[in-house]
């Protein structure tokens, strides 16, 4: 068996490493809800409205950084938890970390059938590998 060449990976690592402090300036908000709506736990919409602008990051990351492969999953990841959490709060499950949500996802008679490819997104998304 042929050895993997390392070597031709030192351009993709450092076009990351660029990257990576290229979005550790910009200003990204993380919240689920706006200052407006301080102090009052996030509605459904705050989830979608969250979900849609960590997908379109993601697909952005993939467009314009195509090396950038694992921060885009990492978005799409949060994307799905969002959607997830929209409908959990809207049938009024509540869920407290990954785990129960996992749980929920797989129980539930109507997104059991996304579980593998949310467990997809858990896995290759959640923990970006940074070097």
């Known amino acids: 068996m042929d050895e993997f060449d390392w070597t031709n990976l030192a351009p993709i690592y450092q076009k990351e490493l660029e990257l990576s402090y290229t979005f550790r300036e910009q200003p990204i908000d993380f919240r689920v809800i706006d200052a407006s709506n301080a102090g009052k736990p996030p509605a459904p919409s705050d989830h979608v409205r969250k979900a849609d602008e960590n997908k379109s990051f ?41 785990g129960e949500r996992s749980d929920a996802i797989k129980f539930d008679r109507n997104l059991s059938g996304i579980y593998g490819q949310y467990m997809h997104l858990s896995t290759t998304g959640s923990m970006p590998d940074t070097g």
């Open 58 to 98: 993601g697909y952005g990351m993939i467009a314009t950084h195509p090396t950038s492969a694992g921060w885009a999953l990492t978005a799409m990841f949060y994307s799905a938890l969002h959607y997830a959490e929209a409908y959990f709060l809207k049938t009024s499950k509540h869920v407290d970390n990954h």
